[in-house]
């Protein structure tokens, strides 16, 4: 079975501060994603990767950042958090196949409140 | 703007109850309409349909796509309490995958 590790389940933070949200994957797969998960709004894309070194924006890449420079791995930065990127954060990884041809796989999710 | 549209945004049923979440989208350059359960954790993948008409079915689940009308619907029969979760639809199209705001299905005993 595909794992999606998510390295914390819940963080706090204060505004201003670097944030780094970290999701590794052991199927090597060369698509991963990160979302954002608000009630009412169901899942948006923040960033994706095709590949290591590559990284494409989603819908709402303001405020964040990412980094992929191991296959497995796939960080999103939040460079100065601000209390409205208090959210679920949710990483998933594919296989490839066009943009996502194949079912993507999901880590269990980050609750980040930021103060 | 691409955008997938759910109905109902919740539902409560009661055990044994049949139930049909409606998934409807406007996506440019349609590639798959997936549906994924959510409970506590993550959403757990359910289908994948590309194909108009064609039903997937999977224990009392079960999902079809008509893409002339660009919607779908997941059915489950027989709900059972285990079913209360959050139901997602998704749609992937040329550039992006968009994610509908959910369902919210709780079934009481």
């Known amino acids: 079975d595909v794992k999606v590790t998510q390295s914390s389940r819940y963080l706090v933070k204060r505004t201003g501060e670097k944030v780094f949200l970290e999701c590794v994957q052991d199927?090597?797969?060369?698509?991963m994603f990160w979302y954002r998960q608000d009630p009412g709004l169901g899942l948006r894309l923040i960033y994706f990767s095709y590949d290591v070194k590559m990284k494409e924006k989603g819908d709402i890449p303001e405020g964040y950042s990412v980094s992929r420079e191991k296959k497995e791995r796939f960080s999103l930065i939040l460079e100065s958090a601000s209390t409205n990127q208090t959210s679920m954060y949710l990483c998933?990884?594919?296989?490839?196949?066009?943009?996502?041809?194949?079912?993507?796989?999901f880590g269990d999710g980050t609750r980040l409140s930021i103060l | 703007e691409d955008k997938v549209v759910q109905s109902p945004l919740s539902l409560v049923v009661h055990e044994g109850d049949t139930v049909t979440l409606n998934c409807s989208y406007e996506?440019?350059?349609?590639?798959?309409l997936l549906w994924y359960k959510q409970e506590k954790k993550a959403p757990t993948f359910l289908f994948m349909l590309t194909s108009s008409g064609i039903e997937k079915k999977s224990g009392r689940l079960s999902s079809i796509l008509d893409k002339k009308e660009l919607f779908s619907i997941l059915n489950i029969t027989a709900t059972q309490t285990g079913d209360s979760a959050v139901y997602l639809c998704a749609v992937e199209g040329a550039d992006d995958m968009r994610f509908g705001a959910g369902t919210r299905l709780t079934v009481k005993p």
């Open positions: 996506v440019t350059n349609f590639r798959s």
């Open positions: 199927m090597d797969h060369e698509n």
């Open positions: 998933a990884s594919s296989t490839p196949g066009g943009f996502s041809n194949q079912p993507q796989h």
